[in-house]
């Protein structure tokens, strides 16, 4: 009987252990679910490494992070990381304006990692006040991007006339005051009651001085243009518009009525030596020459003026006799024909032409880029005697001379002539 009770007792130890050397992979929850086992032989240690872009230079802010984890690191100033991984796990590198990589972790206990510049568009990074990048997610106010493409399909003479309907909270109003008429651009509304409501421009990172040249008003004068109206749109990468007074902080007062960036092309995107070319030709009309009556002429109550005296007074009314080719008295006492003059209108304005040229070469390599623009610009309005011609340079050049050294060099010229009713101005803008 002790004997078969002992037997007994080794079966129902042997059986378990029997049940987990055959199922060595999983076991069953009391709820049903299936719980993985796995045996890993490697240990965690730090990789370390250095990352650098195509001209050796090294990268700061660099994210690395560990595939399918939550371990992660950032490169210092010079480029290095430290992170702790083991042997097969994979590496993620990224970075503003770099391609991502993958490395797998082998035996090495260093990497080295060089990144390449990538050509995709940036659709969640935008550029801030003083050109710092930030995830447009992370911002706390706001701010609109405009491809430079938008102000190439419009061609206005003036940059800020077309901002028009791109940018909510961004009101624009030209001015007829001839081709060169300055634009007025205010955010979110007037800010002063002094008119003084027109954010700051930034140009490549440089502030830009928008002041009007010369002033039109009630008693006669000239508008010369803005600014503005010295930037040719096909050197225009981009414009950002920063809202409000947070958005625009780091520029002190000036930016209290929000900043517009304008980034230039730098032929950074291109790969080799390029050409560009492009030419716009457009012809004006005047559209509505207005609906004149032709039946009376000058005088009041029917009454045609017959004295110097009451043609002077009645010079703006039109409530005179029937107009039929009888003499009639004007201003100065000279007799005329009183009779209607229908094309006085359409003999007054003329066809306007606008033709704008440029030509821009351009070109890159992993030592650094450029980009020298030349464009030609004529304006000749529908009203006579008011024409203005342009002729800019825009250079924008970038070299790698060392790995910690960079040369940046931009320049901008433009050589304005306008003519309006018989005034000449000529300009040069030099910046």
Known sequence: MRRSSLRVLGYVLVIPLYIVAACPQHVFAADGSRNNFHTNTNTAGPITGKITDASGAPLAGVTIVVKGTHKSATTNVDGTF???AVKGDVLVFSSVGFATQQITVGGEAAIDVRMVTSNAE????????????????????????????????SREANIGNALT??????SVAGTATGPSGSSRVVIRGNASLTGASQPLYVIDGIPY???????????????FGDGLSNINPDDIESIQV???????????????????????????????????????????????LTDFQYQYGQGLQGNKPTTALAAQN??????????????????????????????????????????QSSVALYGSNDQGHFRLGLSDLYNGNVIPNANMQQQGLNYNAEYHVLPKLTIDQERKCEVLVMEIIGQTARFIIDT
Do not use: C
Request: a positive charge; charged letters at 15%; aromatic letters at 10%.
């Open 314 to 355: 009645t010079e703006y009314d039109s409530w005179g006799a029937p107009v039929d080719g009888t003499q009639a008295v004007n201003f100065l006492g000279n007799s005329y024909a009183y009779s209607p003059y229908k094309n006085n209108m359409k003999d007054f304005y003329k066809n306007g032409v606008v033709n």
């Open 209 to 223: 001085d928008n002041t009007n040249q010369g002033a039109a008003g009630q008693w006669g004068g000239a508008d």
């Open 82 to 84: 430290t992170i702790v």
């Open 122 to 153: 940036l659709t969640s990074v935008v550029v801030t006040a003083l050109g710092i990048k930030k995830q447009a997610r992370a911002l706390g106010y706001s701010t609109t991007e405009v491809d430079g493409s938008k102000f190439t399909e």
């Open 165 to 170: 309907g791109q940018v909510a909270g961004v």
């Open 242 to 288: 920063l809202k409000g007074v947070a958005a625009s902080a780091l520029y002190g007062y000036r930016g209290g009525n929000g900043a517009i960036l304008i980034t230039t092309k730098s032929g950074a995107k291109s790969k080799g030596i390029g050409v560009q070319a492009n030419n716009n030709f457009t012809v004006n009309s005047v559209h509505n």
